[in-house]
Nanobody, 122 residues
Framework: QVRLVESGGGLVQPGGSLRLSCVASGSVFSISAMGWYRQAPGLQRELVGHITSDGSTDYADSMKGRFTISRDNTKNTVYLQMNSLKPEDTAAYYC????????????????WGQGTQVTVST
């Protein structure tokens, strides 16, 4: 069984920063791309950005410059550093990863975390 668990969300004032973490645990054999998505109330889930296993990143245009994704392959962890936060960044943030499980090396499956809430408000 593979699990993705996010942490680091919370309440932050406009202009502040937060760092989210997402750890893959359980029957993890290998991880290729990892990424972050977010979903605000009443809206569709949207891409924040992705990072490949060798560290290449890409971001949604609206996230470029304020958000940075990184990963530590030794810890099966992906991070999302968010700076200059705005009220419109308020959303549940979800981690996503493509993982080959030790239970079956034939397939790479997509996994999602349960989400962590980020609220930007005074």
């Amino acid at each position: 069984q593979v699990r993705l668990v996010e942490s680091g969300g919370g309440l932050v004032q406009p202009g502040g920063s937060l760092r989210l973490s997402c750890v893959a645990s359980g029957s993890v054999f290998s991880i290729s791309a990892m990424g972050w998505y977010r979903q605000a109330p009443g809206l569709q889930r949207e891409l924040v950005g992705h990072i490949t296993s060798d560290g290449s990143t890409d971001y949604a245009d609206s996230m470029k410059g304020r958000f940075t994704i990184s990963r530590d392959n030794t810890k099966n962890t992906v991070y999302l550093q968010m700076n200059s936060l705005k009220p419109e960044d308020t959303a549940a943030y979800y981690c996503n990863a493509f993982i080959v499980s030790t239970e079956d090396h034939r397939y790479e499956n997509e996994y999602w975390g349960q989400g962590t809430q980020v609220t930007v408000s005074t």
